[in-house]
């Protein structure tokens, strides 16, 4: 008997996660569904997740989105990184740039090259031969004929939405504005529709769940088992508040390591978003939300909140008729600001593989098995700056220090540490010089390089890195500061 077809998809919920999934959809694949999203005004967004990655610009490319107007719109700024400060030690700091540091070969990243100079004494910090990190600590930002930056976004959350919002009604998306109070399944335990407060039945064939940390359909009604690792992660709150900008906004996101847990910093051309990320077994909220307000510059918009979350993931985020997108999806603390990159990847999947004729086995466990495998290698990358540190000033850092690890974690650092070595592999968006930056950046040096970089003769071998470090300075000099760049390609819309 055939399946059931699929053209009738309901989204539950708004925010960047479902307005995401609806513009997607509608533009790139929709010509044959009928889309709604239904959300409530009554109902608030998480709405912190205000920095991106790299990897952000993929759908806004797909959906052919303007960059000037996106920018204008959610008073954009330019990241090309983010700047640890305080991880490794109390008054050090570090930046994990994006793209390339140096050039490598073959059989070995420029990290192999940069440790044969230090060992000739001919080395420079190994931050001045990354084009990225350097013009972030320059303040600078411009668009390169030649070796153009790699580079991501910082935005307003509640105006991206409105964005999306825009393109995805335009695109024929339905909004259907409701409290749904009640979820019910037909007799296979598909889901079969949902019903609003006011009564009103919405009925699909699919369902993509947006709700969050409320995980509505996919825990709620479908209870599809949760992965809790608060036991490598134990930060389980966060304390968020905006304020006006009060200087020009820097191309970078601060992370600032506090005794409990950090603090983020993420500027916009208007304001600014702060945030405190922290371990409640370690900090009561009262201490947390005044210790981030006494490091705060501008005035307070908004009034603090305190989100409470636990870390971890649905290891089937497709379960039956339904897809989790976003936090009910899972949550992992934006550390490295991969909360939109995970809704981005989950909607581009989904629409790879979207159930046309019917939900099938294989499909539903391809997903997963792809979601599960990133969210794990986020979940690694992220546990790596709290387990490698050298602070001794409270228990919260002794604890991350000396937890045990995922075995996949420790693999990859005693392969740096022996080797100098680091493999990307498939499905893992942190590629070699993202691992390596935050491992050295954290003080974990390896003890020797691969011995291709022996082929040089040592003059051919100075003469290299020279090089890379002035292709550096040139790159960096032909750039405008920061807020130049963006009062002339994208200044904010304040009317929107």
Request: contains cysteine; hydrophobic residues 40%; charged residues 20%.
């Given at each position: 008997?055939?399946?059931?077809?699929?053209?009738?998809?309901?989204?539950?919920?708004?925010?960047?996660a479902g307005w995401?999934?609806?513009?997607?959809?509608?533009?790139?694949?929709?010509?044959?569904?009928?889309?709604?999203?239904?959300e409530?005004?009554?109902?608030?967004?998480?709405?912190?997740?205000?920095?991106?990655?790299?990897?952000?610009?993929?759908?806004?490319?797909?959906?052919?989105?303007?960059?000037?107007?996106?920018?204008?719109?959610?008073?954009?700024?330019?990241?090309?990184?983010?700047?640890f400060?305080n991880?490794?030690?109390?008054?050090e700091?570090?930046?994990?740039?994006?793209?390339?540091?140096?050039?490598?070969?073959?059989?070995?990243?420029?990290?192999?090259?940069?440790?044969?100079?230090?060992?000739?004494?001919?080395?420079?910090?190994?931050?001045?031969?990354?084009?990225?990190?350097?013009?972030?600590?320059?303040g600078?930002?411009?668009?390169?004929?030649?070796?153009?930056?790699?580079?991501?976004?910082?935005?307003?959350?509640?105006?991206?939405?409105q964005?999306?919002?825009?393109?995805?009604?335009?695109?024929?998306?339905?909004?259907?504005?409701?409290?749904?109070?009640?979820?019910?399944q037909?007799a296979?335990?598909?889901?079969?529709?949902?019903?609003?407060?006011?009564?009103?039945k919405?009925?699909?064939?699919?369902?993509?769940?947006?709700?969050?940390?409320?995980a509505?359909?996919?825990?709620?009604?479908?209870a599809?088992?949760f992965?809790?690792?608060?036991?490598?992660?134990?930060?389980?709150?966060?304390?968020?508040?905006?304020?006006?900008?009060?200087?020009?906004?820097?191309?970078?996101?601060?992370?600032i390591?506090?005794?409990?847990?950090?603090?983020?910093r993420?500027?916009?051309?208007?304001?600014?978003?702060?945030?405190?990320?922290f371990?409640?077994s370690?900090?009561?909220?009262?201490?947390?939300?005044?210790?981030l307000?006494?490091?705060?510059?501008?005035?307070?918009?908004?009034?603090?909140?305190?989100?409470?979350?636990?870390t971890?993931?649905?290891?089937?985020?497709?379960?039956?008729?339904?897809?989790?997108?976003?936090?009910?999806?899972?949550?992992?603390?934006?550390l490295?600001?991969?909360?939109?990159?995970?809704?981005?990847?989950?909607?581009?999947?989904?629409?790879?593989?979207?159930?046309?004729?019917?939900?099938?086995e294989?499909?539903?466990?391809e997903?997963?098995?792809?979601?599960?495998?990133?969210?794990?290698?986020?979940?690694?990358?992220?546990?790596?700056?709290?387990?490698?540190?050298?602070?001794?000033?409270?228990?919260?850092?002794?604890?991350?220090?000396?937890?045990?690890?995922?075995e996949?974690?420790q693999?990859?650092?005693?392969?740096?540490?022996?080797?100098?070595?680091?493999?990307?592999?498939?499905?893992?968006?942190?590629?070699?010089?993202?691992?390596?930056?935050?491992?050295?950046?954290?003080?974990?040096?390896?003890?020797?390089?691969?011995?291709?970089?022996?082929?040089?003769?040592?003059?051919?071998?100075?003469?290299?890195?020279?090089?890379?470090?002035?292709k550096?300075?040139?790159?960096?000099?032909?750039?405008?500061?920061?807020?130049e760049?963006?009062?002339?390609?994208?200044?904010?819309?304040?009317?929107?």
């Amino acid at each position: 008997m055939d399946k059931p077809g699929v053209t009738n998809v309901v989204i539950v919920g708004g925010g960047t996660a479902g307005w995401s999934a609806a513009a997607g959809l509608a533009q790139l694949i929709g010509k044959n569904l009928n889309i709604s999203l239904v959300e409530s005004d009554q109902i608030g967004t998480v709405g912190v997740g205000e920095a991106t990655i790299p990897t952000f610009l993929l759908l806004h490319r797909l959906l052919q989105i303007n960059e000037a107007e996106f920018l204008a719109a959610t008073q954009g700024t330019i990241k090309l990184g983010i700047s640890f400060e305080n991880w490794k030690a109390i008054g050090e700091k570090y930046i994990h740039a994006f793209g390339f540091t140096g050039q490598g070969c073959w059989a070995a990243g420029f990290q192999h090259f940069w440790l044969k100079g230090r060992e000739l004494g001919i080395s420079d910090d190994y931050s001045v031969y990354s084009p990225e990190l350097m013009a972030a600590r320059a303040g600078r930002f411009g668009f390169l004929k030649q070796d153009p930056l790699n580079y991501a976004y910082h935005l307003d959350a509640t105006r991206y939405a409105q964005y999306l919002r825009r393109r995805a009604e335009q695109a024929g998306v339905k909004r259907i504005e409701g409290r749904i109070v009640t979820v019910n399944q037909d007799a296979s335990g598909d889901i079969s529709d949902v019903v609003l407060e006011s009564g009103q039945k919405v009925e699909a064939d699919f369902f993509i769940d947006c709700s969050g940390l409320a995980a509505l359909l996919i825990d709620k009604t479908l209870a599809s088992p949760f992965e809790d690792w608060s036991h490598w992660l134990p930060c389980d709150r966060a304390v968020a508040v905006q304020t006006s900008a009060d200087a020009d906004p820097i191309p970078y996101t601060r992370s600032i390591a506090h005794p409990f847990g950090w603090q983020w910093r993420i500027p916009l051309q208007h304001r600014v978003g702060n945030g405190m990320v922290f371990s409640s077994s370690h900090v009561s909220d009262d201490v947390a939300t005044e210790t981030l307000l006494s490091n705060i510059s501008g005035e307070r918009l908004i009034e603090p909140r305190v989100i409470r979350f636990r870390t971890g993931q649905r290891r089937a985020s497709w379960t039956r008729n339904c897809v989790a997108i976003g936090l009910a999806a899972g949550f992992l603390e934006p550390l490295e600001s991969t909360s939109i990159h995970l809704i981005q990847r989950g909607i581009v999947r989904l629409m790879q593989i979207f159930p046309f004729g019917g939900v099938n086995e294989a499909d539903r466990t391809e997903f997963n098995r792809q979601m599960s495998a990133e969210f794990d290698f986020i979940r690694d990358f992220i546990i790596m700056h709290y387990h490698l540190n050298e602070r001794t000033d409270s228990d919260f850092w002794t604890k991350c220090r000396e937890m045990p690890i995922p075995e996949s974690l420790q693999h990859r650092l005693e392969l740096f540490r022996e080797s100098g070595r680091v493999f990307q592999q498939e499905g893992d968006i942190f590629g070699e010089n993202s691992w390596t930056q935050v491992m050295m950046g954290q003080g974990l040096q390896p003890q020797s390089y691969h011995p291709i970089v022996d082929m040089m003769g040592d003059e051919e071998f100075r003469r290299f890195m020279l090089h890379q470090k002035q292709k550096v300075e040139a790159a960096v000099s032909q750039l405008p500061s920061h807020g130049e760049f963006l009062s002339r390609y994208c200044p904010a819309d304040l009317d929107l």
